[in-house]
């Protein structure tokens, strides 16, 4: 258990804040402060159950003086949660990896207006296993493959396979055919963040983003495309399908169109990560795992 005390409850484990220097009376006025959306009764009751700690495990009472310089443990909860109807499927499993199809929708780790509705959750929960710990992410819209590190320890072993762009991924996409362009090509550019700031867009200077993309078939307007990021950079894959005047089909930010809360779950992004390999940090052995979901061409 960690040393603040405070297990994974429902497959979620406990959020942290840390305390700056300032003057408030308890540490329930700073938390009253630092998180508006959340009363302050709310923060009593969860004090009351023991759901609020200090970094050494000591239970925040709600008329404890503040005290700066250290951190307080507690757990997240929403009150309305949007759920998403679509399950994951566990295609791998060992002592070191865990191996999901994520559908399209549903969030890899909480954030947000998600928590018990994201993979991570839903895993932790279906398989028993608290210190399940995501080696890579994929968008909420984009479905397929996502990797599972079984042992904390063992996480950045397999990140560092990322990080040396020693795994292969290969995406699917389904987006308008353009017979003026020439296939296979290697998209480079510099992407940054843009306006707002969940959006991405390409600017000029050198090239932190390669992505190489090919035509695997065409059907009247549209065509499958083959896409193989070098690189991982934020939505990437979108912002350069985009750029080369062939946005995803069911893209609400690329192009930007109006952003809405609720999701159109008849129309999912046609984007789907569908094969990884790599070779495998501990026993050597040639890893490669495949999507068994598809994407519709019309």
Known sequence: MPAHGLPTRHGVGPSCVGLPAGDWPTYTDFLVQRFPAITREVWLERMAAGLVVDEFGTAVTPGRPYRGHMRLYYYRALAIEPHIPFEAAVL???????????????????????????????LKNQLGLDSLIPIHRIDRETAGLVLFSVKPAERDAYQALFRRHEVSKHYEAIAPWRAELQ?????????????????????????????????LQVIGEQARYALRPVTGKKHQLRVHMNALGIPIIND?????VPITLDDDFTRPLQLLAKSIAFADPFSGQARQFDSRLSLLLA
């Open 183 to 215: 296939f296979p090509l290697m998209r480079r550019t510099r992407i940054v963040e843009g306006e707002p700031f969940f959006r991405q867009r390409e600017a000029p200077g050198e090239p932190n983003s390669v992505t190489q993309v090919d035509v």
């Open 252 to 256: 609400r930010i690329y192009p930007p």
């Open 92 to 122: 791998f499993q060992d002592e070191h990896l865990v191996v999901a199809d994520k559908p399209h929708f549903l969030p890899v780790t909480p954030s947000g207006r998600y928590l018990q509705e994201t993979l991570l959750v839903r």
